[in-house]
């Protein structure tokens, strides 16, 4: 029995699609029906990958079965072609007639590519339409291009949803699919996103230029294309479900950036606070990358991090005095007037947990490293009258930074006759799988040893002062105190410091687990110290009170590097 057009439509009403569609894949069709049953509960809307079925027509009578059990899931069935980056080696002819039994099968879409459209007669097309929804796809696996060409091609044939899936190689690219996504939302049920790690950014704010839902992996480790995240994370960390033309943009920009806890410490700050705003990681690759996506997102503030925390400096309008000192900002914040100023907060990361625990004034501290950490440690800590001393591989590197912050540069050879109120170790000694230690057991003489390096918690220097029964402070607390102050300085808000701890501390046990040793402190919310006042952007983005207005895209040229290989969507 042909079903009518109006029965679907009731079905697929963009209001009615949550904004997270999960890829089931599966060898045979009693895998995807194991793995949907896991996911439905959460996921109630889900693409089942006919395509990575043997025999997919031979499936349908089994997911027949889910989709009688399940009337509550909207499921997608997709049969891509082999020739258009999926798995299907027939026709598209047989892949039409794929579709239209899972159309009669009870999946409320079917998703259908721009070329086999071509290749089918209209009236067929327009048949399957009748009997089903329809998502139009185009795929490009390379590069984000012509979206505007494409869209018109597209156009020709009927279609419930237009679906266009890109590659970004840039950080532009996503607001290219931004801006394509608000031009045609008002008018036609648009779906769009770019593949790729740094695509990342266009499945959360793609929603919010007018993609009506966005795809995710299932879990970690069933992503589908380099750059999916999973549901979970969409919805827990991004809060997808909230994402709308108000919601303010900030997030963390370097390179390499992926690894950043930045997101979810920042997205459970602001979700705590409840502040309409979301933080995403920006995997910039240049500065003018970065720089021409902050305006036309629009950005809000940002985080800046590695290789960017001089380079910033210069695009900034104005900074606090500690950037002025410290050479390098990493904080930014885009005033009402478009322009952006500059913070220092990753000195306040460096004070403040020692703050908490003794008086700097007089107190003798060493700095291990003269790099973009240890030239804010020795600044800040110099700001607030203890003793600094430096000491470093590249002797004049340490020299010079001795002499700008009249701090005393130390030779290696003198540290194991000397004891510390404080040693930092400002190397990356000790980071990831890197297991060495930037001091040995004789030099590490001092009440308390602050690694600023927090992954893993316990490096080899951390281990070395436990057993002398030296005080540590772990770097996750720098990592928590730079970013408490830069909420406060986007929000006004005063941070939610113990929640910020905690998603991180939880984050890491969870990228490795940590042997039960001395726990962290999990800081209370402390008084700032009192720093040089900073200039006032001229003024200061509300972040709740958000423009009502969608985000402003303004125009710009295509990218033209295309170099990822294929990929699966
Ligand atoms: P950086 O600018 O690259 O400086 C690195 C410093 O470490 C330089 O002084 C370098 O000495 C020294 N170094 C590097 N490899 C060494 C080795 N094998 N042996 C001895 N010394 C070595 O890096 P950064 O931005 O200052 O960051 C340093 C570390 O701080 C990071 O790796 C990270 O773990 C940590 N960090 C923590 C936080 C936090 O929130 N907790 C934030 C940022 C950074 P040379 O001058 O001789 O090259």
Redesign the pocket.
């Known amino acids: 029995m042909q079903v009518s057009s109006t029965v679907f439509a009731s079905r697929i009403q963009r209001f009615r699609l949550p904004r997270v569609c999960v890829a089931v894949v599966g060898e045979d069709a009693t895998n995807i029906i194991d793995r949907a049953e896991s996911l439905v509960r959460d996921n109630p809307f889900m693409e089942f990958r006919l395509d990575y079925l043997t025999n997919p027509a031979a499936g349908l009578p089994k997911l027949k079965h889910f989709l009688d059990l399940h009337p509550e899931a909207t499921v997608i069935a997709t049969c891509r072609r082999v020739v258009n980056g999926g798995k299907f080696k027939g026709s598209a002819s047989a892949q039409l007639d794929i579709l239209t039994k899972a159309a009669a099968t009870g999946f409320q879409l079917v998703d259908i590519e721009l070329q086999s459209a071509e290749i089918l007669k209209p009236a067929e097309l327009t048949e399957l339409k009748d009997r089903v929804g329809v998502i139009l796809s185009f795929h490009d696996f390379k590069a984000t291009k012509k979206l505007e060409e494409t869209f018109a091609e597209m156009k020709r044939y009927p279609a419930d949803f237009y679906k266009i899936v890109s590659t970004a190689t840039s950080l532009y690219d996503n607001v290219q699919m931004m801006k394509f996504l608000q031009a045609h939302s008002a008018q036609h049920e648009m779906v769009g996103l770019c593949m790729g790690e740094q695509g990342i950014i266009s499945r959360v704010l793609g929603v919010r230029a007018g993609s009506v839902f966005t795809f995710a992996a299932a879990t970690r480790g069933e992503e589908t294309a380099p750059g999916q995240v999973t549901a979970s994370e969409l919805r827990d960390t991004y809060r997808i479900e909230m994402v709308d033309a108000a919601t303010q943009v900030y997030g963390v920009a370097g390179d390499p950036v992926s690894h950043s806890m930045s997101p979810i410490m920042m997205n459970a700050a602001f979700r705590r606070e409840t502040v309409n705003a979301v933080f995403l990681a920006l995997h910039a690759k240049t500065m003018k990358d970065l720089m021409a996506c902050v305006p036309d997102i629009p950005i809000r503030g940002l985080s800046v991090?590695?290789p960017y925390?001089q380079d910033i400096v210069a695009a900034l309008t104005n900074s606090d005095a500690l950037t002025k000192q410290v050479g390098a900002c990493n904080t930014a914040v885009r005033g009402q007037d478009g322009k952006l100023y500059g913070f220092n907060t990753?000195v306040a990361?460096v004070v403040v947990p020692l703050e908490q625990r003794m008086t700097l004034q007089g107190a003798k501290i060493l700095v291990?490293?003269?790099?973009?950490?240890?030239?804010?440690a020795a600044f800040g800590l110099k700001n607030k009258g203890a003793e600094v001393f430096i000491v470093?591989?590249?002797s004049e590197?340490?020299q010079a930074l001795a002499k700008a912050t009249k701090a005393k540069y130390l030779k290696r050879a003198d540290l194991a006759k000397m004891s510390f109120d404080v040693i930092v170790?400002?190397?990356?000694?000790?980071?990831g799988s890197?297991r060495?230690s930037?001091l040995e057991e004789k030099e590490l003489n001092t009440k308390f040893l602050f690694d600023?390096?927090?992954?893993p918690a316990e490096t080899e220097l951390v281990k070395m002062a436990r057993a002398k029964n030296i005080q540590v402070i772990p770097?996750?607390?720098?990592?928590?105190?730079?970013?408490a102050r830069q909420f406060e300085i986007w929000s006004g808000k005063p941070a939610p410091i113990a929640e910020m701890s905690f998603v991180v501390t939880k984050a890491l046990e969870r990228l490795e687990p940590q042997p039960a040793a001395e726990k962290a402190p999990v800081p209370k919310a402390q008084p700032r110290p009192v720093e040089k006042p900073a200039p006032k952007p001229p003024a200061r983005p509300v972040v709740k009170a958000a423009a009502k207005k969608p985000a402003k895209l303004a125009a710009r040229k295509p990218a033209k590097k295309a170099v990822k290989k294929p990929v699966k969507r």
């Open positions: 991090t590695m925390k990753d990361g291990v490293g003269a790099g973009g950490v240890a030239r804010a470093n591989r590249t590197k340490g170790n400002a190397t990356p000694l000790g980071m890197n060495q930037p600023l390096v927090y992954v770097g996750l607390e720098m990592f928590v105190q730079q970013g």
